[in-house]
């Protein structure tokens, strides 16, 4: 038998006895008071606070990864030119369009398109056709790609007044800090997992130094450590995997609760879970479980090296 | 059972005891005895390894003390039932609980020895206060209980600390009779006490080696005991 399932056996075991359980050495550990709030409360806020770092984390990504790949497949070319060229230099920049291979499609923008981009910045009354506004074409890669490089020689050429925009430029940084936002959200779930844990240490020593005569007698009695060990990991366990499942449940039920992308367009409001992301969450309970196990674990154990 | 050789221990670089040579063997019945601070508590607590012997050897069930792990230990004191001065109970569980506790901790369902448990307590004079919590007892019914949690797991040594400290005189012997009846059935006994009355009282009952710490070590006690 190899070490590895040698491990996994006692590691299983040990799961098992916590999941059955004993009554009748629960019993002797009396109620640790403010040390069992304690625990709940702080498995359930950190629970919460990790569903928001977990939406945050999948949400940027979703955002990350469709800033990357819907627009790295189009570009635009804004045509800056006297009115009396405008028409014939957005022909001559469709005609060089419809030329190059890896153009899916082109097409330039109507007024009332144009309009509804300016519309946040200028209002809806904006007269467009007065004003000597760039004429925008927009360019919809084909799934090969167009070489840019010889588009944009090409345009510099024959439509003097043309700017070609592949997006690549304000795309990157975006993508970027989508990125960072995603790392920051896994970042935020590791140092909750770490606070629970130190917490729960905390609350799991309060409690030991509560019960050291508890402790005492039972080592005098002929318990063995693991007995004793059991009757507090047990109890503080339970304690987290509840407080953690119930700051779960408030923690999804906030994030449904949130206004959806399509009441209220803005970055944050695609705060949340989408299909599938919503079961994403239902771990927290159990990490918070074994956190709160380890923890409590770790903390009796160098309890009972005091005790003889 | 229990065997110390040439042992000492000091705390904080003061020597407590030193030199001391004891065996307990079965059915042996002892008596510790000395002022108070001599170090009879300290003696008992090297005994059952609670205090560790900074020098000499202490040898329990055949094995050196310090070939035995935390887990040996436990498994060791399910062998040797101690009645402490102040008792030690778990407060918050009914005195059938704690008498019981030894066998909860060594994975026997108490349930399963409720009969002799009956038996035990009605030995001891508690049953009418079975489900009492301890802070509701008085001091005899207290170390009565303590003699009762001592033996439930039928040690082969009884180990007890000032048994009758707390206690008067009529209940000090009603105490005495129960450790000698013990000691009968194969028992070793030791008792730390500064009650040479008691002593003289048990020496009518039972042939009991009295020893007396004095300066530190360990020797017999006088004729006049």
């Not at chain 2, 205090?51 to 040797?80: H, M, N, W, Y």
């Not at chain 2, 802070?135 to 005899?140: D, F, H, I, R, V």
């Amino acid at each position: 038998m190899t070490r590895l399932t040698r491990r996994a056996q006692r590691l299983w075991r040990l799961v098992w006895a916590l999941i059955k359980g004993d009554p009748r050495a629960d019993r002797v550990v009396p109620p640790t008071g403010f040390t069992a709030w304690l625990t709940l409360f702080t498995a359930g806020a950190m629970a919460f606070l990790a569903v928001f770092a977990l939406a945050l984390s999948l949400a940027t990504g979703r955002l990350a990864d469709r800033w990357a790949s819907e627009l790295a497949q189009s570009a635009t070319i804004r045509i800056s030119a006297p009115a009396e060229q405008m028409e014939r230099q957005t022909e001559a920049a469709l005609r060089i369009l419809s030329q190059t291979p890896g153009v899916a499609e082109a097409r330039a923008l109507s007024p009332d398109e144009q309009r509804a981009l300016l519309e946040p910045w200028f209002g809806a009354d904006l007269p467009v056709d007065s004003l000597p506004i760039p004429q925008l074409i927009e360019v919809i890669e084909a799934r090969r790609g167009f070489a840019a490089e010889g588009l944009r020689l090409r345009l510099r050429a024959e439509v003097p007044g043309a700017v070609f925009d592949d997006h690549t430029r304000w795309r990157r940084p975006l993508v970027r800090a989508a990125g960072r936002l995603r790392s920051l959200g896994w970042v935020s779930i590791a140092l909750i997992t770490l606070t629970t844990a130190a917490m729960i240490t905390l609350a799991a020593n309060a409690a030991l130094a509560a019960n050291a005569q508890v402790i005492g007698v039972l080592r005098l009695v002929g318990a063995r450590d693991t007995y004793i060990a059991r009757a507090f990991v047990r109890r503080f366990t339970i304690r987290a995997l509840t407080g953690a499942v119930a700051g779960t449940l408030a923690g999804m039920a906030a994030i449904w609760a949130l206004p959806s992308a399509e009441e209220a367009s803005g970055f944050l409001t695609g705060l949340g879970f989408a299909g599938a992301g919503w079961l994403a969450p239902l771990p927290i309970p159990l990490l918070a479980g074994g956190v709160a196990f380890w923890a409590t674990r770790g903390a009796a154990f160098r309890a009972l090296k005091d005790v003889t | 059972m229990i065997e110390l050789r040439g042992v000492g221990y000091s705390y904080s670089g003061d020597a407590l005891l030193s030199d001391i040579s004891l065996t307990l063997a079965p059915g042996s019945f002892h008596f510790l005895t000395g002022p108070s601070g001599a170090g009879k508590t300290t003696l008992l607590k090297l005994c059952y390894l609670e205090l560790k012997s900074t020098s000499g050897q202490v040898t329990l069930f055949g094995r050196p003390a310090q070939e035995i792990g935390r887990d040996g230990i436990a498994r060791i004191r399910r062998r040797i039932g101690v009645v402490h001065q102040d008792c030690r109970f778990l407060d918050h569980l009914p005195v059938l609980d704690n008498i019981a506790l030894p066998l909860t901790v060594a994975g026997h369902p108490p349930e399963a020895h409720r009969e002799e448990l009956g038996e035990l307590l009605a030995w001891v004079g508690l049953e009418a206060r079975a489900r009492a919590l301890p802070p509701e007892l008085s001091g005899g019914e207290r170390q009565r209980a303590a003699l009762a949690r001592a033996i439930v797991m039928s040690p082969d040594v009884i180990l007890a600390d000032e048994p009758t400290g707390n206690l008067d005189w009529e209940m000090s012997l009603r105490l005495l009779t129960l450790l000698t009846e013990l000691n009968r059935l194969g028992k070793s006994v030791l008792i730390a006490t500064h009650d040479l009355n008691l002593i003289r009282q048990a020496k009518t009952q039972v042939a009991a080696r009295v020893l007396r710490i004095r300066n530190r070590h360990l020797v017999a006690a006088g004729a006049d005991l």
